[in-house]
């Protein structure tokens, strides 16, 4: 059974849906970590510098030919990510019980 189904079923359940992934992720460093998979070609990060990654707006080209693509590409992405966002409103307020306008 699907997380979200469960999820939707069993309202107290309502938060596995959204901690699914990170349960993944643990999961497998788990079993890279315990089957030893760096013996046999994984790469394991061993140390991690960590702060904010330079600014890189001195190597930004606005005269690229593949400008335009780049610019369809954002929209397309910002698109998903408002659409994704909506979703997971609607999914909390519909557990709080909001009526919604579609």
């Given at each position: 059974?699907e997380?979200?189904?469960?999820?939707?079923?069993k309202?107290?359940?309502?938060?596995?849906?959204?901690?699914?992934?990170?349960?993944?992720?643990?999961?497998?460093?788990?079993?890279?970590y315990?089957?030893?998979?760096?013996?046999?070609?994984?790469?394991?990060i061993?140390?991690?510098?960590?702060?904010?990654?330079?600014?890189?707006?001195?190597?930004?080209?606005f005269?690229?030919p593949?400008l335009?693509?780049?610019?369809?590409?954002?929209?397309?992405c910002?698109?998903?990510?408002?659409?994704?966002?909506?979703?997971?409103?609607?999914?909390?307020?519909?557990?709080?019980?909001?009526n919604?306008?579609?």
């Amino acid at each position: 059974m699907e997380s979200h189904s469960m999820g939707k079923k069993k309202k107290k359940l309502f938060w596995l849906p959204a901690i699914s992934p990170v349960i993944s992720v643990i999961i497998s460093t788990l079993i890279v970590y315990l089957t030893r998979a760096d013996e046999h070609g994984v790469k394991i990060i061993r140390l991690f510098k960590g702060g904010l990654n330079p600014s890189s707006l001195n190597q930004s080209e606005f005269n690229s030919p593949h400008l335009s693509e780049l610019a369809k590409i954002g929209f397309i992405c910002a698109i998903i990510a408002l659409t994704e966002a909506v979703a997971v409103g609607r999914s909390f307020a519909s557990i709080k019980g909001y009526n919604l306008v579609t």
